[in-house]
């Protein structure tokens, strides 16, 4: 009964953290706005919250092969991704490119920080009101 209970909690605290780090991320991106070369990155947070909660990936068709291309002809990209605990960060699609390589794109940066923040700040609350309520529950009230 008790797992039950904490289920929701530790996948409220997993979403928590990865939030955080994609915080940190898009932070990072926003600082390097100007270096000349920088690739930005991101997580793909479904993907991400699939594989830190043990549940998997998403597939791109029914019957996708493990090696997640659509059709034996296709080529297999190599993810140019580094590890993020259990999930992987991918570099962002460059939408205005700039002379100096740099594919961070401020505008789409401050919108993903913005959003990321709101919804940290709701998981926090999911957190908090789920806590009173196991709480009140253990008190009787």
Do not use: C, W
């Amino acid at each position: 009964m008790f797992a039950n209970m904490t289920n929701a909690l530790d996948f409220h605290a997993k979403a928590l953290v990865l939030r955080a780090d994609r915080q940190r991320i898009i932070a990072s991106n926003i600082a390097n706005a100007d270096t000349p070369g920088y690739a930005g990155r991101d997580i793909n947070f479904k993907e991400a919250l699939s594989a830190a909660t043990g549940e998997g990936s998403t597939s791109l068709a029914p019957n996708a092969p493990s090696n997640g291309i659509s059709n034996a002809r296709h080529i297999a990209l190599q993810p140019k991704t580094a590890s993020l605990g259990t999930s992987t960060l991918d570099y962002t699609a460059q939408t205005q490119p700039a002379m100096d390589g740099n594919s961070v794109d401020m505008d789409r940066e401050r919108a993903n920080f913005v959003d990321n923040s709101v919804r940290y700040e709701a998981t926090l609350r999911f957190i908090n009101g789920q806590s009173k309520t196991i709480l009140s529950a253990i008190q009787g009230q």
